[in-house]
């Protein structure tokens, strides 16, 4: 009689190799590891990556495009995307500034405003892909150009007037961190809280998950949908407020030249966020956002040239999301 052998037991992989299977743990593994490189390039060159200036400037960098990226990342976690906040970061800093007009007695109602204008164009962005059933992607890109076209007919150049009190936001520093860097620091933690700790965060999820399964569930997903764009347009406007509190005036093209809709959806995959939804968060966005701005600083000490910059950004980009496929079908 023959005897069955048992196949041999897979070969159990090092304990520090499982955890950086984690992705959250991988994107700080890369900065750790960018930001060696670049200290050695950069004083290869004769200067100092990470003095108070350069820390001053990372962080400068990743405040503005992290806020928008924190509201995209609960729109991909749904398997959506918003291409209206490049757009919408430009108008609300018109709102802002234009409401404010130099006066410090303004600055409450104009903040109200602008989040309120901000909300409005989410509302709008989630009800058309809820109600009209209109592919995320179609909606907020018609959402994008209705902006685009409207900056377009009524701004030349920069306008309104930010009173010295609210660029106060853009300029002030606890030591080397920015105190926008901080309030955008909050806003994560309470995303993640909001995200991790609350039954509409479990129902963001599961919508990404698998939509339909949700609604099978009782999860009332087109709420959930809407919600999360209205979000995401808020963050956008936080953003806005922000840039016009650096700028001193609002300026329509201060989110597209930044590109804050690309920039925002990399730095969520960056991050770990699968596209489809149902995966990721905030923590590893912001590491997503630290690394692109870690580039970028990286590039402007080094002198290169914007062709070369955009060339390593994407290769990055495709590197990374490649390694989180390649990560997800060995763990199947």
């Known amino acids: 009689m023959s005897t069955a052998v048992a196949a041999p037991a897979a070969p159990r992989r090092p304990q520090w190799t499982r955890r950086l299977a984690n992705p959250v743990v991988g994107v700080y593994a890369a900065l750790v590891l960018l930001l060696i490189v670049g200290s050695v390039l950069v004083a290869a060159q004769g200067g100092v990556l990470l ?14 495009l992290g806020l928008v990226a924190i509201g995209q990342t609960m729109v991909i976690l749904t398997g959506k995307l918003d291409l209206s906040v490049a757009y919408l ?41 809820t109600k009209l059933k209109v592919n995320a992607f179609i909606a907020t890109l018609g959402t994008a150009l209705v902006i685009r076209g409207y900056l377009e007919h009524s701004y030349t150049g920069p306008a ?12 002030d520093r606890i030591g080397p961190v920015p105190v926008a860097a901080l309030l955008m620091v909050g806003l994560a933690v309470l995303a993640w809280w909001f995200l991790g700790r609350t039954r509409a965060g479990y129902h963001i999820y599961a919508v990404g998950g698998d939509e339909e399964v949700a609604r099978f569930s009782g999860i009332r997903t087109d709420r959930t949908v809407v919600l999360v764009h209205v979000l995401c347009a808020v963050a956008a406007g936080l953003a806005g407020l922000f840039l016009a509190s650096r700028l001193g005036s609002g300026a329509p093209w201060v989110g597209a030249d930044g590109g804050y809709d690309l920039e925002s959806i990399a730095a969520v995959v960056l991050g770990g966020t699968i596209l489809a939804g149902g995966r990721g968060g905030v923590a590893g966005t912001i590491g997503g956002v630290l690394i692109l701005a870690t580039l970028d600083t990286i590039f402007d000490d080094l002198g290169m040239n914007s062709f070369f910059k955009d060339v390593v950004r994407g290769a990055v980009l495709i590197v990374a999301v490649a390694l989180y496929a390649r990560r997800r079908r060995s763990h199947r």
């Open 160 to 171: 309104g007037d930010v009173p010295t009190v609210f660029q106060r936001l853009g300029y």
């Open 89 to 129: 970061v430009g108008l609300c800093s018109l709102v802002a500034a234009e409401t404010m007009a130099g006066n410090p007695n303004m600055i409450v109602p104009a903040v109200l405003l602008t989040l309120a204008v901000a909300a409005g164009v989410g509302l709008i962005n989630g009800l058309v892909v």
């Open 51 to 64: 003095d108070q200036g350069g820390i001053v400037n990372i962080l400068t960098r990743s405040t503005a």
